[in-house]
């Protein structure tokens, strides 16, 4: 079994940030959403994986390489970026025959994964959702088998959307898939799609599962990453990275800190993941993420996202602020 995870997007929907760190690389309850996907698969039994990468490519691989070295990992570059169907078809020859297991780089959901990479079928996570209409959606019959998917239906059958887990024993017939929408241009939404690469399985007669997961958290924006902060704050019951004697700062739980921040004169949390080597001074910080090495004076935030190496200085209330940025509003 091999993990493939793709993480060659862009990221627009978070920029400033993904300006100059890949989204699977954004802070995340004191960790990254990358890293919380791949200790979930490592709990699992994987111990080798496959990523896509594209933009920012080479700061996944460091950071993968640094951080799991005791994992064998293969990175494939995709230049163009034309869809989760393109990113998976220039997997085959790494992942040869093996059954794999595809997790989208920003998707955090909560499943038992050691029964679905045990299940002697094909599967695919499944959630209810409000409207379907932004995601893949599955039809299934009355034995839970999927009938059919379709990506970003206007008119969905079903309300149940494709999380972005996918359990495929069938690797030869993906890739068969995929390469034939390639080569007869097939695309949903200007886009090569996985999810007509697993509709042209199911017509050839591939038995697909569907298997819901307990939570699926949304990376895509800032307000939905603020929101996953903080649920994943109380979810691994931090208050700080260790609790150290910050001088003259009241912690509020949960509160994610960093290695080798300065804090003093300042109120923290709730719901706050802060990055290595911050200084806050003077400042009052609340259900936000603080990258590393930022230095924040005399401020009061609230449902801020603050990229690494920022500065401010005076009064605020709400931020979306980038790496490599100095501000002054005082």
């Keep these: 079994m091999k993990a493939i995870i793709p993480v060659a997007g862009a990221g627009t929907k978070l920029r ?29 039994g994987i111990t080798e994986f496959v990523f896509v990468v594209g933009y920012l490519g080479e700061k996944i691989q460091h950071y993968v390489e640094k951080k799991y070295p005791q994992l064998t990992c293969h990175f494939v570059q995709q230049n163009s ?36 990479i045990a299940s002697p079928y094909s599967m695919l996570g499944l959630k209810k959702v409000d409207d379907p209409r932004n995601f893949g959606v599955a039809e ?47 695309k949903s939404h200007d886009e090569f799609q996985l999810t007509d690469a697993l509709e042209c399985m199911i017509e050839h007669g591939v038995q697909f599962n569907g298997f819901k997961v307990s939570n699926w958290f949304d990376c895509g924006r800032k307000d939905t990453l603020l929101e996953t902060n903080a649920i994943l704050l109380k979810k691994y019951k931090l208050a700080s990275n260790p609790v150290l004697p910050y001088e003259n700062t009241i912690i509020i739980p949960p509160v994610s800190i960093g290695e080798g921040c300065n804090i003093k004169n300042a109120i ?31 401020v009061v935030l609230k449902s801020s996202l603050i990229g690494s190496d920022a500065n401010i200085r005076g009064l605020s209330q709400s931020l979306n602020i980038g790496d490599n940025t100095e501000i002054d509003l005082g």
């Excluded at 890949?22 to 990254?32: Q, W, Y």
């Excluded at 911050?278 to 590393?292: A, L, P």
């Design 140 to 186: 299934l019959d009355e034995q839970g088998k999927i009938t059919r998917v379709v990506e970003k239906p206007q008119i969905p059958k079903s309300n149940l959307a494709l999380v972005g887990l996918y359990k495929i024993k069938e690797t030869e017939q993906l890739y068969d898939c995929l390469q034939s929408n390639i080569d007869n241009r097939i």
């Design 16 to 44: 400033p940030h993904t300006y100059t760190q890949p989204k699977a690389l954004i802070p995340l309850a004191g960790r990254t959403i990358l890293s919380i996907i791949i200790d979930q698969l490592v709990d699992a």
């Design 268 to 298: 923290i949390g709730p719901n706050v993941a802060i990055g290595d080597n911050t200084v806050i001074n003077y400042s009052i910080v609340k259900d936000s993420i603080i990258g590393s090495f930022s230095n924040l004076y005399e």
């Design 81 to 116: 970026r034309e869809g989760t169907g393109h990113a998976l078809s220039l997997t085959r020859d790494v992942v040869g025959n093996d059954e794999i297991l595809i997790v989208l780089g920003d998707t955090i959901c909560e499943c038992d994964f050691k029964e679905v």
